[in-house]
């Protein structure tokens, strides 16, 4: 069984979230939503976030999710009102809470937990691209470059997440009651992935 802690912080920017849990999000990257893009982008050390395209304008993002694979931790923010919204750090780790500044600390125990993925659209292409990214491209949907390196002609990337599983009611039914994101996965075959997973 699993524990799961949660940070929350009310009225408070990306940027501002972002350096105040700055600690737990090493080697970072999120995925951003604007009204004119939905994008990954690598955190810096300098609380900037780039992709291989341009630093992200962090005050036009309404909805983020920032994710450290080496800390197992995830930052959450969605804009509420003129740039300024909530933010929820979360995290399977019990984490230094004197570093939060106004923060509610809350408690999921006793979780199950199942991990899944999600498969990005498009495949892997040839084209060059700045060190740790590569290009996923589809005809339907068009480009989105992911914070994998190397990826080869037709190769896939799944996105990977943990689902918290608890029970919901006195008759012992159990429900998803919470999703974080992990990490990336290369594949080349899904069909031959999905099995694999089966065994």
Not at 43 to 50: C, G, M
Not at 68 to 82: F, P, T
Not at 104 to 130: A, C
Request: proline residues 2%; negative net charge; hydrophobic residues 40%.
């Amino acid at each position: 069984m699993t524990s799961l802690y949660s940070w929350e912080f009310n009225q408070i920017t990306l940027e501002a979230a972002i350096k105040q849990c700055a600690n737990y999000l090493d080697n970072a990257v999120g995925l951003f939503y604007s009204p004119q893009f939905c994008c990954f982008g690598k955190l810096q050390a300098d609380a900037t976030v780039q992709n291989p395209i341009h630093i992200i304008a962090l005050g036009k993002v309404f909805e983020a999710r920032i994710f450290s694979e080496s800390k197992q931790a995830e930052l959450r923010w969605l804009n509420e009102l003129n740039g300024n919204g909530k933010a929820v750090l979360i995290s399977e780790q019990i984490l230094d809470q004197e570093s939060f500044i106004n923060s509610t600390l809350n408690i999921l125990e006793n979780l199950d937990t199942i991990d899944q993925t999600y498969v990005l659209w498009g495949e892997g292409t040839k084209t060059k691209i700045s060190e740790g990214w590569s290009l996923l491209a589809t005809a339907r949907i068009g480009k989105l470059y992911v914070p994998t390196a190397n990826l080869n002609d037709k190769e896939r990337v799944l996105l990977r997440t943990r689902e918290y599983i608890h029970v919901v009611d006195d008759y012992g039914n159990v429900a998803v009651i919470e999703e974080c994101l992990i990490g990336f996965k290369r594949v080349i075959n899904l069909e031959q992935d999905k099995l694999n997973a089966k065994d």
